[in-house]
């Protein structure tokens, strides 16, 4: 009988112990966030996949395929394991590409920018910004940035990376809380890609891509010719002389008759 009692006391114990992981399991709290992404120089941005990251691992990883001409995209995503980082991928031009957003943060990209939230976290921090008015320029063109403190700064500067390694560094001085600035500078003569980045301090708070390329040339119209002069008729074998002219391109450039 004492043997019957203790397997009943066991199992008791064990249905209790499940009951409780059950529960736990049933309770689990969902995490809701939102991606929030905005293309402003794109043509085509297709947003591939999304990974939910915490602690430097993927744990959850879900596939958008969508597509979005310049304007703006909100994806909502839910989990019972809150991430600390999201990864968005993408393909834009015909190239794919990728980028960790800290969450809840916001980080520029190539086409613009990319914010996301997470519920729970209250309502999301303001961030530093910066991006330019455009996003490709000629050497000498004058490149607009357009700053935004959401708290002061007293010692800001942007830096720019050219493609050799080399920084240019431009001081702007003091930035007060809820500041917007515009601020100018000159494209490099050096061709490539650009990254500016946003510093308070010594710490980088914002960050912009832009490239620098040669002009391409301007198309070379060219002027109807004369309407060609010489024999209306002739036999099989026999060479043939006609004269015209008039033409001239555009760009200065030499002509030829076929």
Known sequence: ???????AANRAL??????????????????????????????????TR??????????HTFTVGRTISI??????????????????????????????????????????TIRVTVAGTGPPPPYFSITTNKQQYVPGETITFTIYSPSQCSSASIRSTRPDGTIAVQNLGNLAAGQTRMVQGRAGDVTGTRTAKLYCGTTPVADTTFTIGQPTPPACTVRTPNT??????????????FTTGGAACSQGHAVHYR
């Open 71 to 112: 304007g703006q995209m909100t994806i909502n995503f839910t989990h019972t394991r809150r991430p600390d980082t999201v990864r968005l991928e993408f393909t834009h031009g015909g190239q794919s590409g990728q980028t960790d957003i800290p969450a809840p943060g916001q980080v520029s990209f190539a086409c613009g």
């Open 14 to 47: 064990w249905m209790i112990l499940l009951a409780v992981v059950v529960a736990s399991v049933s309770g689990l709290a969902q995490t809701s966030g939102q991606i929030v992404v905005t293309n402003s120089s794109c043509a085509q941005l297709q947003i």
């Open 1 to 7: 009988m004492k043997g019957l009692r203790k397997i």
């Open 228 to 241: 060609p002069s010489g024999p209306d008729s002739g036999i099989i074998g026999q060479s043939l002389s």
């Open 50 to 59: 999304v990974r939910l990251i915490a602690g430097g691992n993927a744990f």
